[in-house]
């Protein structure tokens, strides 16, 4: 974030950035929330979720 201050002093601040995405989320998919679903084949591949704790 502090590299694209320097590059741009007059851009968006962290909070209008969400305004505005927000704002873009309700407007095109009427909600906040987002979801993608994913569509594999049992067995074919493993997927790992590096969201949260890790083991």
């Known amino acids: ?3 694209y ?3 741009n002093p007059d851009g968006y601040q962290l909070s209008q950035f969400y305004k505005l995405y927000g704002d873009f989320m309700k407007e ?3 909600t906040l ?3 993608m679903p994913v ?3 049992p067995g ?3 997927y ?4 949260g704790d890790q083991p």
């Open 39 to 41: 569509e594999k084949i």
């Open 1 to 3: 974030m502090i590299d």
């Open 33 to 35: 929330k987002a979801s």
């Open 48 to 51: 790992i979720d590096w969201v």
């Open 5 to 7: 201050k320097k590059e």
């Open 28 to 30: 095109i998919y009427g």
């Open 44 to 46: 074919e591949k493993m």
